[in-house]
């Protein structure tokens, strides 16, 4: 048997298009006759609209034609997560603001232009009336009797209150009776997901036959068309979404926005192609946002270290409206994981959705599951601290034992499986967890700083079954379908309704389909992105694309397999049953020198000269997959840190990340998603955070202001795995897409702080910025 | 303003806006979309190109000021069909993910191998601070670059 195809860190088939620059992004492709459309934006947080000028606009060069809100005939734009049982506000979400701007970004005006020089010259020409309104940005204080008021039907701009809890009796009581609480608030900053190719959309309207492209940089292009015609009213059979090659989401590409609405709408008025594309400043202003809570979090434990409850109370930003996915994402997304990796028996979390003049916000890596990691590891290392036990010991007698087919926690998610103990003692081997302790004791005798980090996370992904998705609100299913079909030669097309960016999934699919049918990996295509050819799928987010299109695929494929031997059986004269399958070749059992190969099988099956009886011609299958339940990757990490009492400076030593995703398909593209993780976590932990000023104003408006990591700030990972199967899917893959955002900001967070335990510090607000540390540390030593 | 910049060894002659920038040239008046645009300060370095062999930010130059000077593009990389070594080395080591960065780090990692040829892992990352990732965690874009040092 050759060396099997699955498990192998092939190099990705997306790559040759990538690396010599001929892959065609949103803003690559250049229809004939295309009109340049601008979006002007509020530079007000909240303001009304007392009348717009558009005169000197129009009359600009090369302008055809200038909009504003009472132009627009395009419905609302939709919130799609209604989480029930929270009095949920859907205000509305008009795609242009007609009489008030509720954040710096609101759009209020189009500019469609010859070129795209034109349409920015005109931009400046509108001139826009506006009485300025008080305005609010921090989610805590938007609640208060007297803060300024976004929507006429959100009272103290509430948008809902959602709690999830196993009983708050027991709650009560686990508080009550507790050797020891610990409590923290806690600031999850804002954060802006900076995919580097911002969002764009070019709309072609053909008026003769009604029918509307859509070219948008999106991760799911079946749900994009959806929203879209509820926006447009276009019926979606005539409406076709297109998301061609994209450069990263992070979930930022998930919403549909007013602005891809809007460039269709425009093109339809003006048929003519119209395209948008939004700068990076534009990105920063108008593209959702991620995080941005405020907590009160704490955690009851006997002395002994046991843990027996957590809670939690969120204010959670959802900015000025409700984005596509945003509420579920403080919620569902948040408050059930809780329980973490541990055995917690009382858990409670309550959600507060509020509006504030602020970008909406919505999933960002991780989405709900990096905040919820973030507040259970705090609380653990700060018990730690206060039970004067080691950290990791507190979590190991916390863990969840290991479990190979459902553990439910007391919040009521039934875990798949899990070995969290394993996944630990590897990394605590790897990073040589002992000796750094006495090593960071002689460190200190010598006024050197250093601290280390050690996460226990387990998450959930791979949304997640239909019926799930139905119970918690979701708009949409959350299934996924492919169509496998095999040309006469034995090629290969599989098509795809979800939407990889990034991920690679047009080499993993094809190593499963490979793996499966022994056809070569160069004789497989993917095809994805293109609602036109693709069957119908709710896209690429919540590391669900391997999870539930990988097993449709699986699936789809077995199918394929089946008919096939059913065909080579009747060529070798032979019964089904008495047929083997190895390397692409179908034999009778034990004579594997006769055999017809899958490609035979799939011609023969093609013409259809000789069939089986029964057998309908062509080799083709497809398959629809809801997953019976979600997946639930785990894993450890750890970080060492050295910090400069002097500077403040935080220096990041060693990262050691032991993640368990199951079997892994293509471990290079495993480590690749987890190294880009990790960096995107350790982001919101020392670097990055999204600045309003009381005013509203974005501060961090530019990517001179918002401090992106640089490859100069990070030390080799180092990486390791374990594998352990999830038992419903089949082949028993989790997914990895976030894992690392998720494990990450704790781990160096609470590096930092260990560090900072000769000082007394308990906490500091992120990103761990130097001055930020510096401060702390001349705090805690009397200082200014 | 008329110009004549040679791309990718083709001299192309052209009347554009003086405030036109040398990426829009690029992209829009020749069709080489290969460079792409990820920021509006200069920081993001996903438009990187060589003019006369030095690695610039293409969005921070005008093409006025390319006129009389050769400008490659990532499109202009690879020779008689055969990869250049750093976009090899870029796929042979998983240096991207969704390659929206990628035209623009493999022209910065080029010059930077040819000014340092034996570059270390530090003087990688440093070197390449002006290029901005969002997928990889840079860490195999540096696995990459250290790979095709060794070839170039």
Known sequence: MSTRIFGSGIKRREDPRLITGKAKYTDDIYLPGTLHMVIVRSPYAHARIRGIDTSAAKSAPGVVAVFTGADVTLNNVPCAWLIPNSDLKTVPHPPLAKDTVRYVGDGVALVIAENRYQAQDAAELIQVDYEPLPAVVNPEEATKDGAPQLHADAPNNIAFRWVASSGDEGVEQAFAEADVVVQERIVQQRLLPTAMEPRAALAQWNSATEEMTVWVTSQNPHIHRFVLGVITGLPEHRLRVIAPEVGGGFGSKIPTYPDEALTAWAAMKLNRPVKWTETRSENYQATIHGRDHVEYVEIAAKNDGTVTGIRGLVYAAMGAYLSTAAPGIPTILHGLMYSGAYTIPNIRCESIGVFTNTTPTDAYRGAGRPEATFLVERLMDKLAHKLNMDPVELRRKNLIPPFENGHQVAIGLTYDSGNYEAALQKALDMIGYSNFRQEQVQARQQGRYLGIGVTTYSEICGLGPSQVAGAIGFQGGLWESTIVRVSPTGKVQAMIGASPHGQGEETTFAQIISDELGIPVQDIEIVHGDTNNTPMGWGTYGSRTTPVAGAALVLATRKIKEKARAMAAHLLEAAVEDIDFEDGKFFVKGSPDKFKTIQDATLMATLAWDLPPGMEPGMEASQFYDPPNFVYPFGTHIAIVEVDPETGGVQLKRYVAVDDCGPQINPVIVEGQIHGGIVQGIGQALYEGAVYDENGQLLTGTMMDYAMPRADLFPKFELDQTVTPSPHHPIGVKGIGETGTIASTPTVYNAVIDALRPFGIEQIEMPLTPPRVWGAIQMAQGGA | ?152
């Not at chain 2, 060894?9 to 008046?29: A, I, K, N, Q």
């Not at chain 2, 438009?47 to 005008?62: E, F, M």
């Open chain 2, 1 to 152: 303003m008329k110009v004549s910049i040679t791309v990718n060894g083709t001299v192309y002659e052209r009347d554009v806006e003086p405030r036109m920038l040398l990426v829009h040239f690029l992209r829009e008046e020749l069709g080489l979309t290969g460079t792409n645009i990820g920021c509006d300060t200069s920081q993001c370095g996903a438009c990187t190109v060589h003019l006369d062999g030095r690695s610039i930010k293409s969005c921070t130059c005008l093409a006025v000021q390319a006129d009389g000077r050769e400008v490659t593009t990532i499109e202009g990389l690879a020779t008689n069909g055969q990869l250049h070594p750093m976009q090899e080395a870029f796929w042979e080591k998983h240096g991207l993910q969704c390659g929206y960065c990628t035209p623009g780090m493999i022209m910065a990692s080029v010059a930077l191998v040819k000014n340092n040829p034996n570059p270390t892992e530090e003087e990688i990352r440093h070197g390449l601070e002006g290029n901005l990732c969002r997928c990889t965690g840079y860490q195999n874009i540096v696995l990459a670059v250290k790979t095709a040092a060794e070839k170039m």
